[in-house]
């Protein structure tokens, strides 16, 4: 087997197009782009959503989700640093005649059209910065977005559960094999992790960092935000969350309706 060097990449690894060329197929395999209606759902009855409502979704991606909760009858703007992941989305859209509007754009940092009935973040976008001051933007970016009484559902790596049940995944289909090495580093509290894909005895290989929060860690950032109050559940059928839990839920409100 050889391998050959990366060049460094231009961007950080979330908005680096030649990781998600080769990893997509890994990280979002059909079950999971398929379990986009059924997240959507859940999404929109935790957030207590009537037909109508608009819905800010923050690291949209392709429109994974972004998408049913448009066929849910909401109104959806939906933002990504990707632009290849925008551009997919846009088109998927279109070919469903939805209306959604998909944004490219760094979302720790973007002001939007609002205000929001509700905003979402889903699926392990938040702490992809790794960087807690840059997450704590994206918290005050969802509580700026929101109007009086509006409602986020946030999705994301437990630090809890990362440490307890992280371990390494391997897939093969279409002649390739896919690996994923995580490590987390108690000091800095950081995820990095090696992923790799071989085709034809070729090798590629990339490097994500990103930090997990505990839930109490959460709560802190959450309501520095100026939610109030917060709810945290293990997934989207609203069960507490639990150590062994690789992802934690939360459910909070920007107060004064």
Excluded: K
Aim: glycine share 10%; with cysteine.
């Amino acid at each position: 087997m050889t391998g050959r060097p990366e060049p460094a990449p231009t961007e950080p690894w979330w908005a680096d197009g030649a990781f998600w060329d080769e990893m997509f197929e890994f990280v979002f395999p059909p079950e999971m782009i398929a379990a986009g209606e059924d997240v959507a759902a859940r999404a929109a009855a935790l957030l207590g959503l009537p037909r109508g409502a608009s819905v800010l979704d923050l690291g949209c991606g392709f429109g994974r989700v972004s998408l049913p909760l448009a066929r849910l009858g909401l109104r959806v703007t939906g933002v990504d640093a990707h632009r290849g992941f925008v551009d997919h989305g846009r088109e998927w859209a279109r070919r469903e005649r939805l209306d959604v509007d998909l944004r490219e754009g760094d979302f720790s940092c973007a002001s939007f059209d609002g205000p929001f009935d509700a905003a979402v973040c889903l699926f392990n976008s938040f702490g992809y910065f790794a960087d807690p001051a840059q997450d704590r933007r994206v918290l005050d970016a969802a509580f700026a977005a929101l109007q009086p009484g509006g409602r986020f559902l946030l999705e994301c790596a437990h630090r809890d559960g990362v440490v307890r049940t992280m371990h390494v995944r391997e897939r093969e289909g279409d002649g390739r094999r896919w690996r994923e090495e995580p490590r987390f580093d108690l000091v800095s509290g950081l995820l990095e992790t090696r992923w790799s894909v071989t085709r034809a005895g070729e090798t590629r290989t990339f490097t994500s960092r990103s930090r997990p929060y505990s839930a109490t860690e959460l709560d802190a950032m959450l309501r520095a935000a100026g939610f109030d109050p917060v709810r945290f559940m293990s997934g989207f059928d609203g069960a507490p969350p639990s150590l062994d839990d690789y992802m934690i839920v939360a459910l909070c409100e920007r107060p004064g309706r």
